[in-house]
């Protein structure tokens, strides 16, 4: 069985699928959706495959803490999101956990995988993108320092994780994620939007991974969920964000670590991660056609449609008109 995944508990089949490394070389995109019941709750999983490279896009919904046994003889490498809530991996081989908290992302390489990895939360959302090893080689040697390391583990066959700690998702690779679920295109503009985006995905992590420093201001795991609160809060009142004290008071920090610590975990200050989101939130409802340029104005707190206009144009070189 290419892929296996039961609950440790009862030994139910949660999920399975005959997904072996070669199908993903179809030269055609393959796009399917489907819901899963198990014991122990539900889920939802889209994925998209062609060229040695596959997307996929899963929801769970977990009726209890689960603990998941995973068998796979699936020889890819895997570039894990971890969207929403907290799982803990455990692989023999790799001799201690990968624990990935909600909105953090890292790179592995497990040939074939034996292991379990255990929920901490009901609710569970990832993303990833699996290149076959070959796939990944063509692309490694023309990737930066830690690209080309990561790979010369991958050609001698030998188990890695990137990162011993996994990194914050930033707002370049969630709009890269985001643009993949919301892809528009149809038939062979789909598959190379998907490649372009598979791509992109795989750049932005390495250089995420490549600038990646020690924590000096968000060092607690205390400190990074209320940095990730904070991130959150901010998104759902776009219309009306609050001031840096009022979010820091609401996210149970101090203002000098919420705004270092801000900076540190997402690379932009709190304000310019609100403008970017802001104009990416926008730019992807006009591309969508479902809103027009001065109703998304009122809606993501613009002053004016005018000062709306003046800021998508110099973000994106054109005018929302002409954007949607």
């Known amino acids: 069985m290419p892929l296996e995944v039961r609950a440790a508990a009862d030994n139910t089949l949660m999920h399975a699928n005959n997904h072996v490394a070669q199908d993903f070389d179809v030269p055609e995109l393959v796009e399917q959706t489907g819901e899963l019941e198990f014991a122990a709750g539900r889920g939802t999983l889209t994925h998209w495959y062609f060229d040695g490279i596959r997307l996929s896009h ?15 003889e699936l020889d890819v490498v895997h570039l894990q999101f971890n969207l929403r809530g907290r799982v803990i991996i455990e692989h023999q081989p790799q001799g201690r956990p990968l624990i990935m908290g909600s909105y953090q992302h890292n790179l592995m390489y497990w040939p074939g995988f034996a292991g379990t990895s255990r929920n901490e939360e009901l609710e569970t959302e990832t993303f990833m993108v699996q290149f076959t090893r070959a796939a990944f080689l063509r692309l490694s ?3 930066n320092e830690v690209l080309r390391r990561f790979g010369e583990r991958v050609l001698e066959g030998q188990p890695v994780v990137l990162g011993e700690q996994s990194l914050t998702v930033g707002l370049a ?32 992590q390495a250089e995420a991974f490549e600038r990646h420093q020690p924590a000096r201001f968000a060092r607690t795991e205390y400190d990074q969920e209320r940095l990730l609160f904070a991130r959150d809060y901010l998104i759902q009142h ?28 997402f690379g932009q200050t709190v304000f310019s991660y609100l403008a970017d989101y802001r104009l990416a939130e926008a730019e992807a409802q006009l591309i969508e056609g479902r809103k027009t340029a001065s109703e998304l ?26 954007a949607r």
């Not at 690779?173 to 295109?185: P, S, T």
């Not at 613009?302 to 005018?319: D, E, M, P, R, T």
């Open 297 to 322: 104005a009122f809606e993501l707190g613009y002053s004016s449609l005018q000062h709306f206009s003046a800021a998508f144009k110099k973000k994106f070189g054109v005018s929302p008109r002409r």
């Open 238 to 265: 776009l219309h009306l964000p609050p001031s840096l004290p009022e979010l820091a008071r609401i996210a149970g920090l101090n203002e000098f670590k919420l705004k270092k610590g801000f900076k540190e975990m």
């Open 141 to 143: 040697g023309q990737g």
């Open 58 to 72: 899963a929801r769970w919904h977990f009726r209890e803490y689960t603990t998941q046994e995973w068998r796979s």
């Open 173 to 204: 690779l969630h709009n890269a994620i985001r643009a993949v679920l919301n892809c528009r295109f149809q038939g062979p503009l789909k598959k190379l939007f998907l490649y372009s985006k598979a791509l992109e995905i795989l750049v932005l």
